[in-house]
């Protein structure tokens, strides 16, 4: 079976969503920039790198992570260097890149390194000289930044909201910059909703020029073609009548979780010397993933860093009832608000939804989780 549990899934474990990247074209057409907005591990890396393999014509993709970055200067250095390492310094800019290179004191350049001998530079403001002055290109830059929202949140952390708030603000100035805008459209993501992260530092006027793309889970038939490409010519039997049930046990069809049921259905096929998966191996498989804590722990764990205090034991109690009850009816959630003394529910019940723990069904007025499978490892593992 072909199989990734974990890492951006590429090439041949990649499952094209050939209609996603036309929508995406058109979106980054009418908006320019945009935010891919997803619950967690429902296939953003792999959705950006796989634009990589296929520019679309006069656009050239660039693909970033950021996730370690703390430091807006350090932010701006890292584009500033992808930016240099992508623009050809030959013909009519041969002269600017040569005086850019000695004013920087630029020691080392390749096509993934560059090296500064001069300290103190202002990346922004480099970035804003650049675009200013390299003025033709014949491709676009698709700037892909990922774990954007990342970045955001260790700024916030560790030099304080004013930063984080000052930084949003610079980013949204080379945004619409018309010498940046005219070249380059930044498209970013995270496993943190950027929209969440930005309200809670009060400054959700930073980002309304930025468009929004969402990546959906996997429609049924979705799921069951990438349960095909998974099986690929592999011996092993999946009936249609078993695969219905594996798709209508699993209810929330995240790619990341087929996969891993996909791979404990193999070991225990192995394991049998079972050629044919039964409903009895498909309990099971479930039953073993909920085993593995490295599945569902970042589930927990970005719970802790978003949220802090009462906010924290609050949306740990939503979760708590949500899950053990089937479904937290919206009085019991009123009476968890009031018992936390929550000022202003709503932005924190919203990253529960936009995260993928839980979502509404407003005819049963509940909200309920997305995963049974996510629900039964929280019970297991939370609910004490
Ligand atoms: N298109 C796809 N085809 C096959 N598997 C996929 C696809 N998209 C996601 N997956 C599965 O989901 C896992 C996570 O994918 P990816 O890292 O792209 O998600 P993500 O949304 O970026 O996650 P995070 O929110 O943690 O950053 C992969 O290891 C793979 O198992
Ligand atoms: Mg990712």
């Known amino acids: ?50 634009l990589l393999k296929n520019d679309k014509e006069g656009y050239r993709c660039i693909y970033i992570i950021t996730e370690s970055i703390n430091e807006p200067n350090e932010f701006f250095k890292k584009v500033y260097k992808t930016l240099l390492g992508t623009l050809n310094h030959g013909g009519k800019f041969k002269q600017f890149f040569e005086d850019v290179f000695k004013r920087l004191q630029i020691t080392k350049i390749s096509m ?38 990342q970045t955001l949140e260790n700024i916030i952390m560790d030099q304080g909201r004013e930063v984080a708030r000052n930084f949003l603000h610079q980013c949204r100035e080379l945004r619409q910059d018309l010498n940046v805008k005219s070249k380059i459209s930044f498209v970013y993501t995270g496993s943190i909703g950027l929209e969440n992260l930005v309200l809670s530092i009060d400054e959700p006027r930073s980002i309304t020029d ?55 259905i193999e070991s225990i096929c192995k394991e049998e010397e079972n050629q044919k998966i039964t409903r009895g191996i498909i309990d099971l498989a479930f039953e073993r993933a909920l085993g593995n804590r490295s599945y569902f722990e970042h589930w927990l764990t970005r719970l802790r860093s978003i949220f802090k205090g009462f906010d924290f034991s609050f949306a740990k109690e939503v979760l708590n009832k949500a899950a053990v009850n089937k479904g937290i009816d919206y009085f019991e959630l009123e009476d968890t608000i009031v018992k936390f003394n929550i000022n202003d529910a709503a932005p924190l019940v919203n990253i529960l939804q936009h ?27 939370v609910v004490i």
Request: glycine share 4%; hydrophobic share 40%; charged share 30%.
């Open 210 to 264: 930025i468009g929004h793309f969402s990546i959906p889970p996997f429609s049924s038939k979705e799921a069951n073609d990438l349960i095909t490409q998974i099986v690929d010519g592999d011996p092993i039997l999946f009936e249609k009548e078993e695969r219905m049930y594996f798709l209508e046990k699993m209810n929330w069809l995240l790619p990341y979780f087929i996969q891993v049921m996909m791979g404990e």
């Open 355 to 381: 995260d993928g723990y839980f979502v509404k069904d407003e005819p049963n007025r509940i909200y309920r989780f997305n995963s049974p499978l996510l629900q039964a490892w929280w019970i297991r593992n």
């Open 112 to 149: 993934t390194e560059i090296e500064f001998g001069r300290n103190e530079i202002d990346y922004y403001e480099e970035i804003l000289l650049l675009c200013r002055e390299v003025k033709e290109s014949d491709e676009r830059i698709v700037l892909m930044i990922d774990e954007f929202s």
């Open 1 to 50: 079976m072909k199989m990734i549990i974990g890492p951006a899934a590429e090439g041949e474990f990649y499952f094209a969503r050939p209609y996603l990247n036309e929508r995406f074209w058109k979106k980054l057409k009418e908006s320019h920039h945009l935010s891919i907005a997803a619950p967690r591990r429902v296939g953003k890396s792999s959705f950006m790198i796989s």
